[in-house]
């Protein structure tokens, strides 16, 4: 399987050969944050036209197919408009505070993106403590939502930010906990260990029955920690209009839109990365042919495909089901999600000291 | 009718009784014994009068007014009531409101068009011309010109004024609307879920509706007002552009009451193509409520399925009516054009088709847990607050109030069509959605009944080229998608109408908001105001 890493080092040799290591690591630094972000626009890019190719076959309709073939360079030109789009000033407003918070959201949601394992040796942030920043630092965002309706000096956006705030910091828990439960199975939260420690066989099949109910209650937070529907609740439209981000025009709204959307990816990426194998192809124990041919599908493919399939599920959600309301939302997770996260943490703490999973 | 006359001689003796053959007793009272008769109108055991069917604001020329029509559900007996005020300066009657919560709303409509003050009634505002209009538009002297076109912004006022009697003086008392510390927030005019520019004021504390105030007016078009100097069949087309997705049903009504005030036969042919359209009407109008109450409550395809079904129906009007919407089909006397030719052979694809689409309906959406758990036990009405609050039409029907017009006062040809009445039992906001989705089934039901057997014959009879009405008072009500559309002439003789008075379904609906959201959540004012599916065009007419 080919591994990434011998093009990093290939780069960091030539670069340390023809200058200073420090000069090295400043280059490699701004070249990793340019691709970073384009990576990042580009997802976001094919993200949204996928949401409204998705929800257009689920609603018979065709859904952009003017410009470019199948309408595939739509929202390209969408991403032309809203750059160009006048950022309207709102008077009566706290305006350093209006204007930071979409930025706080996108550089949340740009941490927890560089963290991603796309593919073998393809990584750009990895520790010790890995899969526990990601969580952290997608949690960052909320702060910005929070700042967003407090700031806009409007009604609506109050109460959708106050929605969020209590949403997404009851969610968090949700996410925290399911994640742990694959962290005391596998006994490390580096990101790339976690991945390779996959190799026999995808962490929810290790783990059978805890292992699937983590799964699960991870998909339901984590469509939760992401506002979208059946969760949307913060921007509630036939509710609040567009809650948090009623005030907001231009790249601005653009921030919190594309945000949206690559956390919906980031979401996927990290059910790939801790249940279901991340980059590492489907590996059965025991029969060596079928792995090795599984082997010849290069890791990104692989990992891709997983997002891919986890990321129609959670739109699959959103065409779907109706909204909650607050208190059932609120009711859903402290007392259903978090008392089952908790006692499916001990059965799973059991279980590997037993030693009775795969 | 002699009990009805012995009780009320007894404590009016100045009533006037009119004599009128199979007609509902009419009475003329003065505003003093009006007050008197209020309670026993409503509690004496042989009258009963629970329901107030309409309050029509009347300028006799001379005096200002207000006609009163009353029914009971429980004698089935009506009553109407003229009770014109003293002085046209300062015209002044009893209120309605303490026994009739609707009459709070209809009140503030006379008060709004006539500036008839109610004594007692808690909130005297214009209900929907702006508070700084001059003058009362539908009294016979206003001059249009002391309202020139105002650009500037309305400054919602947060107290309103309540007239009370003192020893026979009249006083004006102030009346706090929201205090300076309430979270009010502004629900429309512009909102996705008001379905039109209704405003809704709602005072909030936290997720929790303390109040809910409405303001409606926003597209008043005076259209009674218009009516006053438009020929009888120039009037008809205002119908169509009030309740706008039960345009035919409201037409039918106006052309039905004009024709038996007239005296004229309708042909069979006729009749039985009004029905179909009537149901037709009526099934167009419930996916769209449908495709909208899914919206609401955020689940989005569902939306696209009710439009996708309600296009067939349109495309059925179209092909015959050449209208979409608004179809301008029903003349006095009959309809416009004959049935397109493949009119029977689309409805009855329709009909054979919309069953399965139902049923994957109430896979998608209605036996959806999250569903379930957001419209059951959700806006409560009970059957006494919907007779109290005049509600008819599903909503009533959902709390289990048998007001169907079809079935109880049965018009054209429903007499002879097979259908069920709707009715359930909670009068929550599933059993409002359930019963809109059954009707659909039982409208489906009258026309395939009805599509194998219409007759041959003319669409339309002949009429005079001016259509005048004989001097009198008519009332005619059908059953639009939304509850029982009334319409009121009175006439003096003219090729105009003296006075046109349109009921509509709507104006109760919207009136019962408050009763039934205060105390809940914010997304579960968006549910009721769903459920109740009111049409704003109909509200403001």
Redesign the interface.
Known sequence: MFDFSVVTTWIDEGLRGIMPASGAIAIECVLIGVLLLAVYAVFALVLILAERKVCAAFQCRLGPNRVGPWGSIQTVADMVKIITKEIISIRHVDSFLHNLAPFLVIIASLLAFSCIPFAKGLQILDFNVGILFMVAASSIGIVGILLAGWSSNNKFSLIGAMRSGAQMISYELSIGLSIMTIVVLSGTMQISELVESQNDLWFIFKGHIPACIAFVVYLIAGTAETNRGPFDLPEAESELTAGYHTEYSGMHFGFYYVAEFVNMFIVAAIATTVFLGGWMPLHIPGLDAFNQAMDYIPSLVWFLAKSVVMVFVIMWFKWTFPRLRIDQLIRLEWKYLLPLNLVNLIVMVLIVALGWHF | MSTIKSIIQEICPQAVFQETENAPVQVRLQAAELAKLLKPLREDAALQFDYLEDLVGMDFGEKLGVIYRLYSTVHNHRIIIECQAESRQEPELPTLSHIWAIANFYEREVFDFFGIHFIGHPDMRRLFLRSDHVGYPLRKDYDPASNPLKLDAECLPDDTSVYVDHDGKTQIEGHTLFEKDE?V?NIGPQ???THGVLHFQVS?QG?IVKKVDVHCGYIHRGIEKMCESMTYPQTLAMTDRLDYLSAHQNRHALCACIEDAMGMEVPRRAQYIRVLMDELSRIQSHLLFYATF????????P???GF?DREKILNIFEDTTGGRLIQNYNVIGGVARDLHPDFIKKTREFVEYLPGVLKEYHD??TN?V??R??SKGIGLLSREQALSFGITGPTARASNLACDVRKHNPYSIYSEVLFKEVLYKNGDCLDRYMVRMDEIEQSLSIISQLLDKIPQGDYCAKTKPVIKLPEGRFFKSVETARGEFGVFIESRGEKYPYRLKFHPPCLPLVSVVDTLASGN????L?TIGASLDYVVPDIDR
Do not use: S, W
């Open positions: 979270y927030v909102h996705p879920a909030l997720e899914c919206m609401d409550l955020g689940a989005l395809t939306f696209f399925y996708r998608v959406f959806n999250i569903f758990q957001r959540k914010i997304a579960d968006i």
